[in-house]
């Protein structure tokens, strides 16, 4: 019984190769390209055919209805019988007959003829022609063998015709010829592992036919390491690749020979509409052997993206390893999310220097643009392989501007699909050869690796980025007097997140707090006891503690949690209208100040242990006053040292910045202070406040309110005297409304003194009641008409622009803001 290894007995796939190329003398093959300016196709190079009784035309008019103009303008391959050829025009395969004029004949009885198109729809490069002398030779093994044959043309007519260009040759756009692009084809049967390859295949990886015993293994064994996996990934059951796209790899002959090759497949599925047979060509890509100037690029180009830690980075070295070498007047480097072309780079970066279409497209700091819309690149993305553009090509609106001088789309592959793609276009008239079209090649599979593994990092960075800004303020309060402005980065080394954190915390009368800090370590559990301290000084804060009861009181929290993790801190209570600031440092860096006159200094500011070391530990105070125009700086030690830089330098440099910088944008002066350095070691927090002082300081008062029965009396008489002593007569009758309300709550519902505030400033009236109670007064949700009570803060908060309470030491605030016509206020100031 013969052994039954699952191949298809058929002619075609035993003798493919030679029927394609004409080795076996007995077909005949041509490729056919577009003439310069005349709108024909003409014969660019024709292989076999040697004692054959026909011959194919020198030209075919795009115009007419021969197959082979309908193959080029529909990109469909045509298949066609003799009877079917002769209802063509200008078709025929006799001989010229000089008796006949220009040769027209009528083709043999027995002969099929397959026209296929070379390249995709946005780039036409010609038609493949196979003549085979057997009638309905081309069964559909045969026709899957052909297509990736024509594909493989494709590739290799791209590269030559380019080197061609290069050196401005125009005798034959296939240049040595297509035997130079030869190919041998195999078939692989899935389920067994066993293959049938031609003599062509063996040659190609130096096996001697004899010795093959059509194990796909075999075949393996001569692969280098490194484009194993890439193998493996198409051959294994279930890796199905994409159609048209083609694999570059290399292998190791007998003779220790690097050579490459190229690999262009297609799986068929059986019955069941499982995978189960796989036809595929391969050919010798020996355009893609680098050369030594190349390797030195590609070498520099591997080194510097080994320390690329963020897409970013990635094409940052990718833009700036290029760029020269080629020449080149733009490049972009775009991820490829979903359907989406997502740009990371773009050299140059302003849009000016770059085609309407993307300009268009800047949604934000890059365009974000759909492929949909770029056809020409979607369909290179899809064949996953390196595409030129000479100048003058006809591209859509999005490319030609690109490289009006001449074009390349890297697509970047990694993990057997692509990532991404870059973009290279030049100016001037640029002529691409086979040295630059491998130097591309090899760019594009290291890139795409590059991108896979940043955008990973780049992936728990920003994980680790999210939850340390999660837990810090999203924006900071306006404040009156001074401006405020915040940088936070975070370390680059390393994925775990800092525990660096800051806070602008607006309090009673005028005041505000400034905080920094920094928890030890860098962890999920510092990032977690950052965010507990931050909450902590927040509401001690806002509770009306002074500066150094808020410190100790945080650190005997820090004692009481499950942590040896300590704290360092600065806190800042700063009196808005008197300028003066106090000061409390517990183990962190001391405050920087920048004076009017342009000199800086580092803070004399008695200071006490980290929080979480000592339960006894003090936390002195340290006043100081501020002029209005100066600007204090409160930073961490990730700014101003690393493992190279020594706190003392560092704190000298940020002074030197300091003092050069503009105050008049506090923003831009944060900015300054973090520089340009792209490697961290440490998360770096910085908070810059620059005081101006109060404009129209506020005006105030004060009363004490006695508890009998018409204490609300005296409260609404000492208000209308006090607010027409300060010119505000259009609002006293809301003024005393609210005065009433908030007196009669804290009156009947607290024990214990009660105190009325007054307060003008700028075009508003605060109206404050301070009472001994915890407890916030709630609103109803709705009033019985029938009730008694519960209709004072409904009226409060329709009388008020704004009011809230806010908790005091030993009790609680309820406050009332009150809008004033700007005639008022600037009467009381006349007066």
């Given at each position: 019984m013969a052994y039954d290894d699952g191949f298809p007995r058929t002619e075609a796939v035993q003798e493919v190769t030679a029927r394609v190329l004409g080795s076996s003398g007995a077909e005949l093959t041509a490729v056919y390209v577009p003439a310069e300016g005349d709108g024909d196709l003409q014969l660019a190079e024709m292989v076999g055919g040697s004692g054959v009784p026909y011959q194919l035309p020198t030209r075919f008019p795009l115009s007419g209805n021969s197959p082979v103009a309908t193959a080029y303008r529909t990109g469909r391959p045509q298949w066609l019988s003799a009877a079917e050829l002769a209802e063509h025009d200008g078709v025929t395969t006799t001989p010229p007959d000089p008796d006949r004029g220009n040769g027209a004949g009528r083709p043999p009885a027995e002969v099929s003829v397959g026209v296929l198109p070379l390249g995709g729809e946005a780039k036409r490069l010609g038609c493949l022609v196979v003549v085979d002398q057997a009638p309905d030779a081309f069964d559909a093994d045969h026709r899957h063998l052909l297509e990736l044959h024509a594909d493989q043309v494709a590739a290799g007519l791209e590269a030559i015709a380019a080197r061609m260009m290069a050196r401005t040759e125009r005798r034959s756009l296939l240049g040595p010829g297509l035997d130079t692009l030869r190919g041998g084809a195999f078939t692989l049967v899935l389920h067994t592992g066993r293959m049938r390859a031609d003599a062509l295949v063996l040659e190609l990886f130096g096996i001697a036919p004899q010795d093959f015993d059509r194990r796909v293994e075999t075949l393996l064994e001569r692969t280098a390491p490194d484009d194993v996996p890439a193998l493996m990934s198409i051959v294994e059951p279930g890796g199905v690749p994409a159609t048209g796209q083609q694999l570059s790899f290399r292998i190791r002959r007998p003779n220790g020979e690097l050579r490459w090759l190229s690999l262009r497949c297609r799986v068929l599925v059986g019955a069941d509409g499982m995978p189960e047979r796989m036809l595929g060509v391969v050919a010798d890509a020996s355009y893609l052997r680098p050369t030594a100037d190349e390797v030195s690029i590609v070498q520099r180009l591997s080194t510097a993206l080994a320390g690329a830690t963020t897409v970013r980075d990635v094409s940052r070295t990718v833009t700036a390893t290029l760029r020269a070498p080629l020449a080149a007047a733009r490049i972009a480097v775009a991820e490829l999310e979903a359907d989406r072309l997502v740009v990371k780079l773009m050299d140059p970066p302003e849009p000016e220097s770059w085609p309407e279409w993307w300009q268009a497209e800047w949604r934000s700091e890059w365009p974000d643009a759909s492929c949909h819309a770029l056809p020409t690149l979607e369909h290179v993305l899809r064949a996953g392989h390196v595409a030129l553009w000479p100048p003058g090509a006809e591209l859509e609106q999005g490319l030609t501007g690109i490289g009006p001088g001449g074009l390349a789309v890297l697509p970047l592959p990694a993990d057997g699909r692509v990532v991404g793609v870059c973009l290279v276009g030049w100016d001037q008239e640029h002529g691409f050869g086979p040295e630059e079209r491998s130097l591309?090649?090899?760019?594009?599979?290291?890139?795409?690796?590059?991108?896979?593994?940043?955008?990973?990092?780049?992936?728990?960075?920003?994980?680790?980025?999210?939850?340390?800004?999660?837990?810090?303020?999203?924006?900071?309060?306006?404040?009156?007097?001074?401006?405020?402005?915040?940088?936070?980065?975070?370390?680059?080394?390393?994925?775990?997140?800092?525990?660096?954190?800051?806070?602008?915390?607006?309090?009673?009368?005028?005041?505000?707090?400034?905080?920094?800090?920094?928890?030890?370590?860098?962890?999920?559990?510092?990032?977690?006891?950052?965010?507990?301290?931050?909450?902590?000084?927040?509401?001690?804060?806002?509770?009306?503690?002074?500066?150094?009861?808020?410190?100790?009181?945080?650190?005997?929290?820090?004692?009481?949690?499950?942590?040896?993790?300590?704290?360092?801190?600065?806190?800042?209570?700063?009196?808005?209208?008197?300028?003066?600031?106090?000061?409390?440092?517990?183990?962190?860096?001391?405050?920087?100040?920048?004076?009017?006159?342009?000199?800086?200094?580092?803070?004399?500011?008695?200071?006490?242990?980290?929080?979480?070391?000592?339960?006894?530990?003090?936390?002195?105070?340290?006043?100081?006053?501020?002029?209005?125009?100066?600007?204090?700086?409160?930073?961490?030690?990730?700014?101003?040292?690393?493992?190279?830089?020594?706190?003392?330098?560092?704190?000298?440099?940020?002074?030197?910045?300091?003092?050069?910088?503009?105050?008049?944008?506090?923003?831009?002066?944060?900015?300054?202070?973090?520089?340009?350095?792209?490697?961290?070691?440490?998360?770096?927090?910085?908070?810059?406040?620059?005081?101006?002082?109060?404009?129209?300081?506020?005006?105030?008062?004060?009363?004490?309110?006695?508890?009998?029965?018409?204490?609300?009396?005296?409260?609404?008489?000492?208000?209308?005297?006090?607010?027409?002593?300060?010119?505000?007569?259009?609002?006293?009758?809301?003024?005393?409304?609210?005065?009433?309300?908030?007196?009669?709550?804290?009156?009947?519902?607290?024990?214990?003194?009660?105190?009325?505030?007054?307060?003008?400033?700028?075009?508003?009236?605060?109206?404050?009641?301070?009472?001994?109670?915890?407890?916030?007064?709630?609103?109803?949700?709705?009033?019985?008409?029938?009730?008694?009570g519960g209709r004072g803060l409904l009226l409060v908060e329709a009388m008020s622009s704004s009011w809230g309470s806010v908790p005091l030491s030993g009790g609680k605030q309820v406050w009332s803001e009150i809008s004033l016509q700007p005639g008022e206020r600037i009467g009381a100031a006349d007066g």
């Open positions: 591309l090649t090899a760019t594009a599979g290291l890139v795409g690796q590059a991108l896979v593994r940043a955008h990973a990092l780049d992936a728990g960075h920003e994980l680790a980025t999210m939850l340390q800004r999660s837990l810090l303020p999203r924006k900071l309060p306006e404040l009156g007097g001074a401006v405020a402005a915040v940088r936070y980065l975070p370390a680059t080394v390393g994925l775990e997140v800092g525990g660096d954190w800051y806070d602008v915390i607006p309090l009673s009368d005028g005041h505000v707090a400034l905080v920094i800090g920094d928890v030890e370590g860098h962890s999920a559990g510092a990032a977690t006891i950052m965010g507990q301290m931050r909450t902590a000084i927040r509401a001690y804060a806002v509770e009306g503690h002074p500066p150094d009861v808020v410190v100790a009181h945080a650190n005997r929290l820090l004692l009481g949690m499950e942590t040896d993790l300590f704290a360092t801190c600065c806190y800042v209570d700063l009196d808005m209208e008197e300028g003066i600031a106090w000061f409390v440092r517990a183990g962190h860096l001391p405050p920087l100040l920048r004076y009017p006159d342009g000199s800086t200094e580092e803070m004399t500011v008695e200071g006490g242990p980290p929080l979480g070391v000592a339960g006894d530990g003090e936390f002195p105070l340290t006043e100081i006053g501020l002029s209005p125009g100066t600007v204090l700086v409160l930073l961490t030690d990730g700014l101003a040292e690393s493992a190279s830089l020594p706190l003392e330098d560092g704190i000298r440099r940020v002074r030197d910045v300091l003092a050069a910088a503009d105050p008049a944008d506090a923003g831009r002066l944060a900015d300054d202070l973090l520089g340009s350095a792209k490697r961290r070691d440490d998360d770096v927090a910085v908070l810059v406040l620059r005081y101006d002082g109060m404009r129209v300081r506020p005006t105030r008062a004060r009363w004490a309110v006695w508890r009998l029965p018409d204490a609300v009396m005296h409260a609404r008489r000492f208000t209308a005297r006090t607010l027409r002593s300060w010119g505000v007569t259009e609002e006293l009758d809301v003024a005393l409304l609210v005065v009433s309300e908030l007196v009669t709550n804290a009156i009947a519902h607290t024990q214990g003194e009660v105190q009325l505030d007054l307060t003008l400033a700028a075009d508003r009236l605060r109206i404050a009641v301070n009472d001994a109670s915890p407890r916030t007064p709630v609103k109803p949700a709705s009033v019985d008409w029938e009730a008694t």
